[in-house]
């Protein structure tokens, strides 16, 4: 089980850390997805981390490269999506994700596991 939290309200150019803490004691073999879904859109892949290590290596949507970044506590078995220099377009709500995978997938059907999703909104 997933939870998402600290979504927010947050002026363009600010910056917001989502959480994503899963129960149980395996957290570490999941690769963790973010994706997010704005009002009639599709729900999108925004960045993920593999399995392992709290270094472990990451990948991003293009939108987001160089803003946002993702990272795990697994003692915590917690993951984080730091986002920075928000933009209005970042405004969606935005969801953790689990698979029992060893590299980061990009597409919604991959995972296994949800979060119930937290919404972000960016004000211009």
């Known amino acids: 089980q997933l939870q998402a939290s600290g979504g927010g309200l947050v002026q363009a150019g600010g910056s917001l850390r989502l959480s994503c803490t899963a129960s149980?004691?395996?957290?570490?073999?999941?690769?963790v997805g973010w994706f997010r879904q704005a009002p009639g859109k599709e729900r999108e892949f925004v960045g993920g981390i593999i399995r392992g290590g709290n270094g472990a290596p990451t990948k991003y949507a293009d939108s987001v490269k160089g803003r946002f970044t993702v990272s795990r506590d697994n003692a915590k078995s917690t993951a984080y999506l730091q986002m920075n220099s928000l933009k209005p377009e970042d405004t969606a709500v935005y969801y953790c994700a689990a698979a029992n995978t060893a590299v980061v997938r990009t597409t919604t059907r991959s995972y296994d596991y949800w979060g119930q999703g937290t919404q972000v909104t960016v004000s211009s």
């Open positions: 149980g004691r395996t957290f570490s073999i999941y690769a």
